[in-house]
């Protein structure tokens, strides 16, 4: 018997290298964690005493190495029941496993490991049209987080060399920018309008974008964006852009909404973009994008508003219902307010912590309200 207990660490070395055989660690492929390897270890030492049951217990060993968590349990009651006869059970109690096939330990792994970290940004200009590039990690989404200054000069006269205002991030690349219009020389003039915008990049997957566009008849009916999906979706917006006289109201504003009732105005359920945003006088119009995505299995969303009195600013932490310290991502799901001001102090801007445990701030300035939604 000690010989062939001996030959177990040896079949380890050979069978069990520190990786599973398709090259991912255990947290990737979801496998039974060191802890549970070890007390199932003590478990067979326990159980398997004559040496004509070494060989049962090596490959049960190989069994629970390779085997994910999720079906631990339910292979724990049925294979020990099969092959002791429930003699085990009867001495050190089974529990069984839950209909689902996941144990209390998984779910709490994955709440956990729902949102790992997050990328933030900011950037301003007056006229730095190509944007700025910015480096997120790959697995993150990015979505508009701050939007401050004037919005309301750009694209007097159409064309390719005249420029809308614009906060918005698209792609790896945040634009920040005032408007330009063309003059009777068919040279481009910048407004010199200063815009600030800020994003905040979170691990996610894109499921679908929108875009919202000003009538020059009316307001412009909501947009729909995505199906309602499942508790996991969240939409943000990803960015606004403004012509002249387009964001030179205290009551414009822009948003993207979850609606789980069809109306006169939603003929179906789903994430909607809508504003009341204005063309300029020769029909050029403002904008409005978001986008929807899903997140991690395990994620949590809070979300709520904040709102400043004329002239006042609030500045307050936000997402504090997700519990601290834990990881969180903020973003903006709601602009509300003028932003006709050459002021980058003028706005709705959410602040990333400086740690990623740490708390997210939004300030809303003058007569402004925001919206937005944490995930953690």
Avoid at 147 to 170: E, H, T
Avoid at 310 to 335: F, H, M, N, R, Y
Wanted: proline share 4%.
């Amino acid at each position: 018997m000690g010989s062939l207990r001996g030959a177990i660490p040896v079949l380890d070395a050979l069978f069990c290298p520190q990786q599973d055989f398709d090259g991912h660690d255990a947290r990737v492929r979801g496998s039974t964690s060191n802890v549970t390897r070890r007390a199932w270890r003590m478990t067979l030492d326990s159980a398997f005493e004559a040496p004509t049951a070494m060989a049962t217990r090596w490959v049960a060993e190989r069994m629970i190495e390779t085997m994910p968590r999720k079906h631990l349990s339910s292979l724990i009651s049925a294979s020990i029941v099969a092959v002791f006869g429930g003699g085990l059970c009867m001495t050190l109690g089974c529990a069984a496993a839950d209909p689902d096939g996941f144990n209390a330990e998984e779910i709490v792994d994955e709440a956990e490991e729902a949102l790992t970290g997050f990328s933030a940004f900011t950037a301003q200009s007056t006229t730095n049209f190509t944007g700025t590039t910015i480096s997120p990690d790959p697995s993150e989404r990015c979505f508009l987080s701050g939007v401050a200054g004037n919005l309301n000069q750009g694209l007097w006269v159409g064309g390719s060399i005249s420029m809308k205002a614009a906060a918005r991030v698209s792609g790896s690349t945040l634009f920040a920018h005032g408007g330009a219009f063309t003059d009777q020389h068919n040279a481009r003039v910048p407004y010199n309008n200063l815009v600030k915008a800020s994003t905040a990049c979170l691990p996610s997957s894109y499921v679908a974008s929108g875009l919202w566009s000003s009538n020059s008849g009316g307001t412009s009916p909501p947009v729909w964006v995505a199906a309602l999906g499942t508790s996991l979706r969240q939409c943000f917006l990803t960015g606004v852009t403004g012509v002249d006289g387009s964001w030179n109201s205290s009551t414009r504003f822009a948003r993207v909404v979850k609606i789980t009732t069809t109306d006169a105005t939603h003929s179906s359920t789903g994430w909607y973009i809508e504003g009341n945003l204005i063309d300029d006088v020769s029909g050029s119009h403002a904008t409005i994008s978001a986008d929807c995505a899903d997140f991690p299995t395990g994620t949590e969303f809070a979300s709520g508003m904040a709102y400043a009195t004329e002239d006042g600013t609030t500045s307050v932490p936000i997402g504090g219902s997700l519990g601290s310290p834990v990881v969180k991502g903020c973003a903006l799901t709601e602009i509300n307010g003028a932003f006709n001001l050459n002021n980058a102090s003028e706005g709705i801007v959410i602040t990333a912590p400086s740690v990623n445990t740490g708390l997210w701030m939004i300030t809303v300035t003058n007569s402004r309200l925001g919206r937005w939604a944490c995930a953690k």
